[in-house]
């Protein structure tokens, strides 16, 4: 018997349709949405023959694994829900808005019946393994820098009231976005040990949350890596440079350079008896298997067959507690003007946030 999938929330819902209508043993068997008309029309288009306007009854349902795909603010209590209904789920990103609200959901995955997971799309590029693979052999990270722009208008932001909110989106581009940029630099580098950064809102006023952020992560070894993000810069590309002690790599455009020191830099730095002296640097580019299946639609798949393999998920909700320390932890240094270890203390933040959602603290435009 295939294997029974329900979908809730039906804007990015598509995308999680499309992907899971192509995996064997996978029935797109209901979904669900608060507007009757676009969840007649999705369920006409898909052929899916159960519908809900209410989750809970969904849940009810002879359901077996969901796709959560609401907005940011009903990620964790239906994930949740869905687990301790027996479901297996996979959220769509960011896991939630708060690291208490990823607790629970962790915890509760844990001793839950169904498999849990978390749509990461960069993890399945080709170029983010032979990333990952490289980093972990260039030896004890030195420096970094990561930067990335994605550009949204007000537009964007009119679709609907919860977009640009503190309460309903829990933040800008760093939770939206540029969690994606947040998740793939925990992935390939891990979690700091601290954060200090800037936000600010250079060209949203309608809003009231950050469409700049920028941010120096720590690490207890000394290493540092800057990160400058947005939504309101166009035309550069996105780009990570780190250093280890072997190794300079440089990401770019989903291409590949790295640079080979010999002898590696703290041999060369203690030894090298030439004022001026430095090691020598070998650049190549690195081959990229493109073939390979990857994005957004092989992150969904991916998890449909661990699901229908019995097999643990490819990323788990622990992985996205990750980008949640790190955006978490931006904002809080933000608003608090100091450095904020990880992991972020869960009251202060909670705190916060619930200051920012009632309006008496705010992000003001042009003070940043």
Request: net charge negative; hydrophobic share 40%.
């Amino acid at each position: 018997m295939a294997l029974r999938w329900g979908i809730v929330g039906l804007g990015i819902g598509r995308a999680h349709a499309q992907a899971l209508q192509k995996v064997e043993g996978v029935e797109l068997y209901a979904a669900c949405d608060v507007i009757p008309e676009i969840l007649d029309a999705f369920c006409q288009e898909f052929a899916i023959p159960h519908r809900f306007t209410d989750f809970n009854k969904m849940l009810e349902s002879e359901v077996e694994a969901v796709s959560i795909c609401t907005p940011h603010y009903l990620h964790a209590p239906q994930t949740i829900a869905a687990l301790k209904a027996g479901k297996s789920v996979l959220c769509e990103k960011p896991l939630c808005i708060t690291v208490s609200e990823a607790d629970e959901m962790i915890a509760t995955a844990k001793t839950a019946h169904g498999k849990a997971g978390i749509v990461f799309q960069y993890r399945t590029e080709p170029w983010a393994k032979v990333a990952k693979k490289v980093i972990e052999e260039g030896g004890t990270l030195v420096r970094g820098l990561y930067q990335a722009h994605h550009y949204r208008n007000q537009a964007y932001y009119g679709q609907g009231r919860w977009r640009g909110t503190w309460w309903g989106e829990g933040g800008g581009v760093l939770i939206n976005q540029a969690i994606h940029d947040l998740d793939l630099m925990a992935f390939l580098v891990g979690l700091p040990q601290r954060v200090t950064a800037r936000l600010a809102n250079w060209g949203h006023p309608q809003v009231e949350v950050e469409d700049l952020a920028t941010g120096v992560l720590e690490w207890a070894t000394g290493a540092q890596l800057a990160v400058h993000i947005s939504s309101v810069g166009l035309g550069a590309p996105i780009r990570f440079d780190v250093t280890m002690d072997r190794y300079t790599l440089v990401l770019e455009d989903g291409r590949l350079r790295l640079g080979r020191f010999q002898p590696t830099l703290s041999e060369d730095l203690q030894s090298n008896a030439e004022p001026w002296g430095k090691p020598k640097v070998q650049w190549e580019d690195l081959p990229i298997d493109k073939d390979q299946p990857h994005g957004h639609g092989e992150a969904i798949a991916a998890f449909a067959r661990a699901v229908l393999r019995d097999e643990a998920p490819p990323t788990p909700l622990s992985e996205g507690l990750l980008s949640m320390e790190l955006m978490n932890g931006f904002v809080l240094s933000h608003f608090t003007g100091r450095t904020v270890s990880l992991p972020v203390c869960r009251q202060e933040y909670e705190d916060l946030l619930s200051a920012l959602k009632s309006g008496t603290v705010k992000l003001k435009r042009g003070e940043g």
